[in-house]
């Protein structure tokens, strides 16, 4: 199966060149300019991963992406961007995106980033087929759709983005047992880069600021210092029909 790629870059030579890459993992990529381009492709559907620069001529690509995920909110986004400040950063992945690169970047490493997170929805299609039986994951208030990818808290239903989801289940199936920030990268971001770490942090902590009653005094993803963190334990796990 040929993946659809959608790049929305307005320096050609960089988008030619990612276009390039991706056929060769087996990806047809779409190139627009501008954000009006990249609006059309995109609503004119079947796009697996958007690879979105965040400086266009006639779009913020921020505004992009808060757009398509709201559109689509399992679809992977990956942001390019020219600014490398924490803040910038916890700004692009505060809109939805899943992941982001710093410019200039590598090609190998934008592919390899690309790969983990087809892996990721691949592993998420392959673990939630049609037929199975519902999954729940209750505690302390806290409610989990497995299948459905909805999480409820007291004040009722949270959204959440792909990557939270991901994150907050893979804590929540393995209850009490701790995690480093370099294994959460590898076990839910699909790749293991030192000097990512403060992306979980900073995924962990707006997870927290959605599901927990008083962030900072968190019931369900606890620290451990000097460690990384856990799922507090006593969750009760449901499969119903
Ligand atoms: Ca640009």
């Known amino acids: 199966m040929r993946r ?3 790049i929305v870059e307005d320096e050609p030579d960089i988008a030619r060149l990612v276009q390039e890459h991706l056929a060769d993992i ?3 990529a779409v190139i627009a ?9 995109f ?3 079947g796009i697996d991963l958007v690879v979105l620069d965040r400086m266009l001529p ?3 690509g921020l505004v992009l992406c808060r757009e398509f995920r709201q559109a689509a909110a399992t679809l992977p986004i990956l942001m390019l961007t020219a600014k490398s400040t924490e803040l910038d950063r916890v700004v692009g992945l505060e809109v ?3 992941d982001y690169l710093v410019k200039p970047f590598s090609v190998a490493e934008l592919l390899a980033r690309i790969k983990a997170l087809f892996r990721r929805v691949d592993a998420l299609r392959q673990a939630t087929p049609e037929a ?3 999954e729940r994951i209750e505690h302390d208030g806290l409610v989990i759709d497995v299948q459905r990818r909805q999480v409820n808290v007291a004040d009722g239903p949270v959204e959440l983005t792909a990557r939270e989801f991901d994150l907050l289940l893979f804590f929540a199936r393995q209850p009490g047992r701790v995690f480093s920030r370099m294994q959460l990268l590898d076990k839910v971001w699909g790749y293991n880069h030192e000097g990512y770490e403060h992306t979980v942090n900073s995924h962990i902590n707006r997870l927290r600021a959605k599901i927990e009653p008083d962030p900072s005094n968190p019931r369900y993803v606890l620290t451990v210092w000097g460690v990384g ?3 507090a334990e006593t969750v009760t796990a449901m499969a119903s029909d």
Do not use: H, M, P
Not at 33 to 41: F, I, S, V
């Open 4 to 6: 659809k790629v959608l």
């Open 58 to 60: 006639d779009s913020d």
């Open 33 to 41: 300019g501008n954000g009006a381009t990249a609006r059309e492709l």
């Open 229 to 231: 963190y856990k799922f």
């Open 96 to 98: 939805g995106a899943d």
């Open 132 to 134: 199975v039986v519902d």
């Open 26 to 28: 087996g990806c047809d």
């Open 43 to 45: 609503d004119a559907g």
